[in-house]
């Protein structure tokens, strides 16, 4: 019989001896914790709650403080996620290992003729992506979106979610350290449906957009939420110009140049966000 892990060992002692005799794990919560109400972030929110009697959130907004994916990401697929439904394709672009896509995969479940395309410059970082979207019933492409098609060179940096074109290189990168991809334009490729973008690319945000024009001209893109991007004011112009409304993704008001990231959703769309 397999011994069961630490970690599940620590987790029955802990129920045995701490959850299950609720006064010594009152008395351990106050020690560590006290008992005086606060505001704390999560999911984007400050929320009011007591260290004591809601103990797990405590922690929890601690652990989120110092975790990017906790503190970023959980917000990103709850505002992507809104914007679903049958007969969508979503299109994970600069996907990365693609933590995304594998969650919302899953939305195949529910909604007829719904897909999930995930695109990955990093021949490195596809590898990976490539396993997961295996595992997990999506659709994995190994190259580069840009404003046209044809090779282009990438610099990179000590982790895979920096990598961008050349021109883009910053602090992040290692200068020497790169590789080329293949540059294809969005609306070159065959994807079926109404389009949910999800677009972080590192400063190459534009050129994604620019590439995917036929979509647009073709009323298919129905909400494109963008991470912190640059060219603001024609990536504003841009979205803007074909009918899109603009919102901040935090509270979804209306977008101010104060916001670090985007949701775009044309107007009229009618699993939007009204």
């Keep these: 019989m397999t011994r069961p892990s630490f970690a599940l060992r620590r987790l029955r002692f802990l129920q045995r001896h701490f959850n299950e005799r609720p006064r010594l794990r009152e008395a351990v919560t106050r ?14 929110r400050d929320v009011r709650i007591n260290a004591l009697r809601e103990a797990g959130y405590y922690r929890a907004s601690k652990l989120i403080r110092a975790n990017s994916l906790l503190r970023d990401e959980t917000l990103v697929l709850q505002r992507v996620s ?9 299109v994970d672009i600069g996907a990365n290992i693609g933590i995304f896509s594998c969650v919302i995969a899953d939305a195949a479940r529910i909604f007829d003729n719904f897909r999930v ?24 492409i ?4 840009a404003a046209r098609d044809g090779p282009l060179d990438f610099v990179d940096g000590a982790v895979s979610g920096v990598a ?13 350290r790169g590789f080329a ?22 400063g190459m945000e534009l050129a994604v957009i620019e590439g995917a024009r036929g979509l647009f001209d073709a009323g298919r893109v129905a909400a494109v939420y963008l991470d912190d991007f640059a060219d603001k004011p024609a990536v504003l112009t841009f979205l803007t110009g074909y009918g899109f409304d603009l919102y901040a993704p935090g509270r979804l008001n209306a ?7 985007l949701l775009a959703v044309r107007r009229g769309d009618t699993r939007g966000t009204r």
Excluded: C, Q, W
Aim: no cysteine.
């Design 181 to 202: 991809a293949d540059g294809r334009r969005l609306d070159g490729f065959d994807l079926p449906g109404r389009l949910v973008l999800k677009i972080d690319v590192e």
């Design 82 to 90: 809104m914007m679903l439904g049958p007969d969508t394709t979503f």
């Design 31 to 44: 020690l560590l914790h006290g008992r005086r109400d606060h505001d704390v972030r999560l999911f984007g």
């Design 142 to 145: 190994n190259a580069a979106l």
């Design 255 to 261: 977008y101010h140049d104060r916001a670090r990231a």
């Design 164 to 176: 961008t074109a050349s021109d883009k290189a910053g602090i992040a990168h290692i200068r020497g």
């Design 117 to 140: 395309v995930a695109f990955e410059a990093s021949p490195d970082t596809y590898r990976r992506l490539a396993v997961n979207a295996e595992r997990f019933g999506f659709t994995a």
